[in-house]
């Protein structure tokens, strides 16, 4: 659908990471509403909707992907699965009933609890201000087989992770276990040594942001869910009158969480 140059300017002033939400919101309202091309009219109808009526749409939480399932070249896993069992693990939940006896009846999304899923470490920032982030991931390791050192893997490498001496050297500092290596490797030589997903808790956006803290190690599907389940029960314990996972969850219940879900790379 045609937008105004005064619709698209309005659109712009929307954070980039729910834009295309918005676009496809305020277009599917314009169409019902008989109209062909979208004005700054359509927009400011769609924005007193959204805000009339918002505490209406909260269901407690949001389960965010990325668009790998539509073909991305970077997955380093296939997420499809897990996204369909963390849905269960939030509906299960029943976050909506909880934020009710905190908040009352006036919902906003932001009290909902949010966990995004990226299926590759460009993650799209999202993960990041998350209360739950999951990042798809791919540990390389060296394998038996003989280096030809023609350096396809250093190439593939974003991160400058990888060099060739006389044998093949990953800094794991740098590596962000995208398995881009692994992929471009003609012989075999770089291998998964893990695969799964890394998982970070306590992001948020708002007045007083926080970027959320990497639990170490690289989790299977299942223990990405008891992670969850775990971090879900501490909300509901913890929060009290709308606070954010990211407000309540200090250092040392992070670290009791490292100390339960302790793995080895």
């Known amino acids: 659908m045609q937008w105004t140059v005064e619709a698209e300017a309005a659109l712009k ?3 980039f990471f729910v834009r295309k939400k918005v676009r496809s919101r305020v277009e599917k309202e314009a169409a019902e509403d008989g109209k062909t091309v979208v004005d700054i009219e359509a ?11 918002m505490a209406a749409e ?3 939480y949001q389960l965010d992907t990325c668009f790998g399932p539509s073909g991305c070249p970077n997955r380093s896993v296939i997420s499809d699965d897990l996204v369909k069992r963390l ?8 976050l909506l009933s909880f934020l ?6 006036d919902l906003k999304f932001h009290h909902e609890f949010r966990v995004t899923v990226a299926d590759c470490p460009n993650a799209c920032s999202q ?6 982030g999951i990042i798809g991931a791919v540990l390389p390791a060296i394998t038996e087989e003989a280096c030809t050192h023609c350096g396809a893997c250093v190439d593939a490498c974003p991160d400058d992770a990888i060099t060739l ?8 500092e740098r590596c962000m276990a995208c398995g881009k290596c692994i992929r471009a490797c003609p ?7 893990a695969k799964g997903y890394r998982v970070l808790l306590g992001g948020k956006l708002g007045r007083h942001p926080r970027l959320a803290k990497e639990l170490p190690g690289v989790f299977d599907e299942q223990d990405v869910l008891r992670i969850v389940e775990a971090c879900l029960t501490f909300y509901k314990e913890k929060s009290r009158r709308g606070k954010r996972f990211a407000e309540i969850l200090t250092d040392a219940d992070f670290n009791d969480l490292v100390e339960l879900f302790s793995s080895q790379d």
Do not use: W
């Not at 993960?127 to 739950?132: A, M, N, S």
């Open 58 to 60: 909260v269901k407690g």
């Open 100 to 105: 009710k006896e905190q908040v009352g009846d």
């Open 187 to 193: 012989t075999g030589t770089l291998g998964d040594k």
């Open 87 to 94: 849905e269960q693990v939030l509906q299960a939940a029943d």
């Open 43 to 53: 927009v400011k109808t769609t924005q007193k909707r959204y805000l009339s009526g």
């Open 165 to 172: 001496d006389e044998t093949v050297d990953i800094d794991r």
């Open 127 to 132: 993960p990041q201000i998350k209360d739950v």
């Open 13 to 15: 002033k929307v954070p």
